[in-house]
């Protein structure tokens, strides 16, 4: 039997994503700018399930901005403190979790995510996350000389490990909707639940 791409009724490809998902969390990787958390409120929405986004609950239990973090304790302990709040979190899927740019980049991390969830890499290339950053002004390691190289040297430094993630979607200027519907697609065939409209 065949199933075709319909919202939010049961027996739909969602329902059957979040039964096939258990306790899971599907966690999106990606760098700055890639739309880790428009998109991730969007398909949680469309899961029905709870959408969490690290950097906000690092900065809730750290009672500080990131940048501050940053500034006041450095990078080594921020990311063992995103670590801890990870691993936290991951204990209460179902739900959508959005990390942090570097947070996949801990080999502890990647294991516990690969043990309590599927991980979805939102790939942008480096002139649309250059556009998308240039809009604010909030990222501690984007503060250089040359942002844009140091964008640059993140992204070959960071691209084949976010290659490791389960899913590869492509993050790019269409609607959030084309991307969400891809992602519900991927998780469709990722977890053998449906297949989409014409299969």
Do not use: C
Not at 57 to 65: K, L, N, P, S, V
Not at 126 to 132: E, K, N, P
Not at 163 to 192: F, Q
Request: net charge negative.
């Amino acid at each position: 039997m065949s199933h075709t791409l319909v919202h939010n009724a049961s027996g739909t490809v969602e329902a059957e994503i979040v039964d096939a998902l258990g306790r899971r969390s599907l966690v999106l990787v990606g760098m700055m700018g890639a739309g880790k958390s428009s998109v991730g409120r969007k398909l949680a929405a469309r899961l029905g399930v709870l959408f969490l986004d690290a950097d906000n609950e690092i900065e809730a239990a750290a009672g500080m901005t990131i940048p501050e973090i940053f500034e006041t304790r450095g990078e080594p302990e921020f990311r063992s403190g995103e670590a801890r709040v990870i691993a936290r979190l991951l204990d209460g899927g179902p739900q959508v979790l959005a990390t942090g740019g570097g947070a996949y980049m801990n080999a502890e991390t990647r294991a516990l995510i690969a043990q309590n969830g599927i991980s979805i890499w939102l790939k942008a290339d480096a002139d649309v996350l250059m556009r998308r950053i240039k809009r604010r002004n909030d990222r501690p390691l984007l503060r250089t000389a040359d942002p844009e190289a140091t964008l640059k040297r993140l992204i070959d430094e960071r691209y084949p490990v976010y290659a490791l993630a389960d899913l590869t979607v492509e993050s790019r200027d269409v609607s959030h909707e084309v991307i969400v519907d891809e992602m519900i697609e991927a998780l469709a065939g990722k977890l053998s639940v449906a297949r989409s409209v014409g299969a």
